[in-house]
Nanobody, 124 residues
């Protein structure tokens, strides 16, 4: 069984910083892509940042220059460093991973897994 466990959300003032963490738990062979999404009530979930296995990244235009996605492979954890936060960054943030899990009979299982979500609130 694979779980993505998020931490690091909270309340911060405009201009402040937060770091979100997403630990990938379980028997994993490979993580092909890891990402962060966010959602506010009444709107669709939107992509914030993606980090691919080969090291390339994609950031939403609204966060370029402020947010960074990076990983610690030894810890099976990836992060979203958020600087210069704005009130419009307020949302529930979800981590996501496209990965190959190892099944009960050592087979590979392709999965897309999601974290439980963490609230980020930026006050003006």
């Amino acid at each position: 069984q694979v779980q993505l466990v998020e931490s690091g959300g909270g309340l911060v003032r405009q201009g402040g910083s937060l770091r979100l963490s997403c630990e990938v738990k379980g028997r994993i062979s490979r993580i092909d892509e890891m990402g962060w999404y966010r959602q506010v009530p009444g709107k669709e979930r939107e992509l914030v940042a993606v980090l691919r296995r080969e090291g390339t990244t994609t950031l939403a235009d609204s966060v370029k220059g402020r947010f960074t996605i990076f990983k610690d492979s030894a810890k099976n954890t990836f992060y979203l460093q958020m600087n210069s936060l704005k009130p419009e960054d307020t949302a529930i943030y979800y981590c996501n991973a496209d990965l190959l899990a190892i099944g009960a009979v050592e087979e590979w299982i392709a999965l897309r897994s999601w974290g439980q979500g963490t609230q980020v609130t930026v006050s003006s």
